[in-house]
């Protein structure tokens, strides 16, 4: 069920602030799907997803190239019969002002990540949501 990205429920906007894993699915450049798990953080208003890793982790490689070609990348979220995918285009940011917002986020949702010079954000400028219909 696809969701307006206008308006969220309270349900949905709520659940994206729970502490929960997710997936992340990217491409490798073979074309088959890279699946792996994730933290991340969702600005409702600006309509990005993020996710904070490090330069050469496959998910951040795959994200560069997949940005190249202007590619989409999923992440989705499971608890129980609540579940909602994010999708969209996927870029990979590397600069201090860039990286922060993806760093103030995972902190706020999970906890404060350790430091790390090689750190790299991959967003995702959502533009479907679908999800279970108990989050309508």
Do not use: N
Not at 26 to 42: K, L, M, N, Q
Not at 80 to 94: H, I, K, Q
């Amino acid at each position: 069920m696809a969701f307006d990205l206008a308006d969220l429920s309270a349900d949905a906007r709520d659940f994206l602030t729970e502490r929960h894993l997710a997936t992340l699915t990217t491409a490798r450049p073979d074309g088959s799907p890279h699946v792996t798990p994730v933290g991340f953080s969702y600005d409702v208003e600006a309509r990005i997803a993020r996710v904070i890793t490090w330069s050469a982790s496959r998910k951040a490689i795959h994200a560069a190239d997949m940005a190249e070609a202007g590619r989409r990348a999923v992440l989705c979220q499971v608890d129980g019969a609540r579940w909602m995918s994010l999708e969209g285009t996927v870029r990979l940011v590397s600069d201090a002002d860039g990286i922060a917002p993806g760093v103030r986020g995972y902190a706020a949702r999970y906890r404060e990540p350790k430091d790390r010079d090689d750190r790299v954000v991959i967003e995702i400028d959502v533009d479907r949501i679908i999800g279970s219909g108990r989050l309508r």
